[in-house]
């Protein structure tokens, strides 16, 4: 049954209240850290851990994420992944799901918990749960001013260290907090925290520092490939959509209240003897809603707000949410990009829990260098000063305005070009993804037109074929319910695998390829071809390659998502061009992307599917979801290039070197950069 927006709002916010009638008689805990900008963590725990379950709306998520998972790509596979990520991924979720739904909670944040979890288990970036209530986008981010790094010692040794920049970067990004940890260390170290800065770090909590490396790294989730996953516990850099931006790493910046403090010793520059010392973790408001108590924080922070759900995108009613206030704009790991434009240009970007950074990289580590005509935004073109690399720094493959994006692409190629430029690196390090095309585009015009750039620079690719899918593209070819073309199940969306558009009239989802997948029947679209060119490329493309597959480098730290994938994964198995990983732990495996997928999505989207071919009451379709949450899923899957027969999802992605990082060089791209030439273009 579908209800009126109004209607669920209210209903929402009354069973959301009525979870706290029972407090009232003790002192209300959220009402102790309302409007505060800085509390600590057990004060943000309280107020969570004080909201207990309803069961409307705890068999509400269960049901909305289980009926979500029917559309999602990678469910069967998860349970146990192939080769080489079979240790790494291994969730049956739907079982995990069922146990959660009879297993009793002591309060909704133990819920959330438990459940954000389970979804992060499966190491996949496109498919998460989040709750605006709790998620730190949206809520409380918890910080420690001492960023981390793995660095290299010229004898080879790797040690984890106090970040060299980490006091510049905490002065400027917590002005008003800093005294605070000045005056929480001990003894002789009380107000000397600059002096901890490019310490190496002996123990954590009293174990090797890889132990909580590690730790971290089973619960964080977004790539399958463990040492990625252990990169994202460090501090690194991101060329963002409005200048350098600095990522605390997962040890710095929290996106759940999970740590009081945290004990180290290390071992200082320039001193003799380690200090042992605790250090508090911090919370600091996030974009959430001003609230005075418990019952206040759930009706303004916690409730289905417009976009949550989806809409009938052929009633009147159905008016876009501004790009900005998308519930899931708040997480995906791009600039923000309108519905209308998403729905022109399809994306594949990973969801995260910890927002886009907006923390500066300091001014000693930012290029110095000019940017080169064709940068904006997130693209951002230098010249080295040896006169011959050309560099460009992608932090995403998305942009406010797509066409100019990829004219900028190609103007900041060609102007390289006529500086000098015979080489190219190409930085994607923390690039979550963004418009599949522009992957496609981007790979086209530096290797130019060749049998593995026309008619498809990306991947072949296919949809789940489950029963209600399939009842979505027979209400569009059947019944004419797309005419418009605005949704994703539209035949005339797609081509088949010899590249021909599929017609208005096309059940594109007939017949369903009907697999077995770790035990269990599974049903796949066809084979789908090239979706780009030439009506998602500019009219000008260039009839030659602008750089030589052997003069061009992709480096990052491994954290390249989604469309970064897509680019990476092509240039690297198709055009042999060679892949860095920055920082890595030297023995371990080093993938140079991950979270393949083939496109993605989210639950308000398939639910715009499910409403504007008027299939809302069907027993299969998800219910509107009660509460302020987010569900992505990978929506297409990426045939492989090694093995054109399986996901690429599951394939091997090494990188071909694994680049050590100094004091002098770590967080420092230009510094990067120059040691990546005059290594790998000798």
């Keep these: 049954m579908v209800f009126d927006a109004k209607y669920l709002v209210a209903f929402v916010a009354l069973s959301l209240v009525g979870a706290t009638v029972a407090e009232e008689r003790v002192a209300d805990p959220c009402a102790a850290i309302a409007g505060q900008k800085w509390v600590s963590p057990k004060d943000v725990r309280a107020c969570y851990s004080s909201i207990k379950v309803d069961q409307t709306l705890k068999t509400n998520i269960i049901d909305v994420v289980n009926k979500t998972l029917a559309f999602h790509t990678s469910v069967n596979y998860q349970v146990k992944a192939p080769a080489p990520f079979t240790s790494d991924v291994h969730e049956d979720l739907l079982a995990d799901l069922a146990r959660i739904r009879h297993q009793s909670y002591k ?17 996949d970036g496109h498919c998460v749960w989040i709750n605006r209530c709790y ?64 310490a190496k770090v002996v123990l954590i909590n009293g174990l090797p520092p890889f132990n909580a490396v590690n730790d971290n790294a089973k619960i964080t989730g977004s790539f399958q490939a463990f040492g990625t996953r252990q990169n994202s516990f460090f501090a690194s850099y991101q060329a963002g959509a409005t200048g350098w931006t600095y990522s605390m790493g997962n040890f710095a910046q929290q996106s759940l209240p999970l740590s009081d403090n945290v004990l180290l010793t290390v071992q200082r520059v ?93 001014p000693t580590l930012a290029p110095s260098l000019p940017a080169v005509n064709g940068s ?47 080489q190219l690196i190409v930085d994607v390090s923390n690039n979550g993804g963004g418009f599949i095309c522009a992957a496609h585009w981007l790979h086209r015009i530096i290797i130019g037109p060749k049998s593995t750039t026309v008619p498809q620079a990306g991947l072949d690719t296919a949809a789940r074929d489950g029963p209600l899918a399939q009842l979505i593209v027979k209400q569009i070819v059947n019944n004419d319910a797309d005419p418009d073309l ?26 369903p390829v009907k697999k077995i997948i770790n ?35 992709i480096i990052g730290n491994g954290r390249c998502a989604s469309s970064c994938s897509l680019f990476s994964i092509t240039m690297s198995k198709h055009e042999g061009v060679k892949t860095v990983v920055v920082g890595g ?81 770590v967080n420092n791209p230009v510094a990067i950069w120059e040691d990546v030439a005059r290594r790998l273009f000798a």
């Design 270 to 362: 320039n001193h003799t003897l380690p200090d042992t010392f605790i250090l508090p973790y911090r919370s600091r408001i996030g974009n959430i809603k001003a609230f005075t108590d418990t019952k206040s924080y759930l009706a303004n922070n916690c409730v289905a707000v417009p976009g949550t759900n989806g809409v009938d995108v052929y009633t009147i009613s159905a008016a876009e949410v501004a790009p900005s206030e998308a519930p899931v704009a708040k997480f995906q790991q791009q600039p923000v990009v309108s519905a209308a434009v998403a729905r022109k240009h399809p994306l594949n970007v990973i969801l995260d829990t910890s927002p886009l950074s907006d923390v500066v990289l300091p």
């Design 107 to 123: 309060s909704d944040y133990d819920l959330h918990v438990d459940l954000s979890r389970t979804l992060k288990r499966l190491n």
């Design 486 to 511: 605005q949704l994703l199940y539209n035949p005339l969306q797609w081509r088949n695998a010899s590249n021909q558009q599929f017609g208005p009239h096309d059940d594109w989802l007939q017949p």
């Design 519 to 553: 035990g269990r029947p599974d049903a796949f679209s066809q084979r789908l071809g090239q979706e780009c060119q030439p009506d998602g490329f500019p009219e000008n493309v260039p009839n030659v390659a602008l750089f030589n597959p052997k003069k061009v480098v």
């Design 585 to 665: 732990k030297k023995d371990v495996p080093q993938q140079y992307c991950g979270t393949v997928g083939g496109q993605s999505t989210d639950f308000s989207t398939i639910d715009t599917e499910i409403k504007s071919t008027h299939l809302k009451n069907n027993t299969l379709a998800p219910p509107d979801l009660l509460v302020n949450g987010v569900q992505g899923i990978t929506w297409r899957l990426g045939f492989g290039i090694t093995d054109p027969t399986q996901p690429e999802e599951w394939q091997d992605h090494p990188a071909d070197l694994n680049l050590p990082l100094s004091g002098n060089t």
């Design 376 to 422: 904006r935004h997130a693209a951002q073109f230098y010249l080295l000063k040896d006169g011959k690399t050309g560099v460009l720094a992608l932090g995403s493959f998305s942009d406010s305005d797509y066409n100019a994006f990829l004219d900028g692409l190609l103007t900041g190629l060609v102007t390289l070009k006529s500086q000098g430029a015979t």
């Design 135 to 198: 998620d730190c986008a949206s809520a409380f981010v918890n910080y420690v001013p001492i960023p981390l790094v793995l660095l290299t010692a010229p004898d080879g040794s790797q040690a984890v260290h106090i970040a060299p920049e980490a006091f510049t970067v905490a002065k400027a990004e917590f002005p008003d907090q800093i005294q605070f940890w000045q005056d929480s260390l001990p003894g002789p170290l009380k107000g000397s925290l600059e002096s901890l800065s490019g």
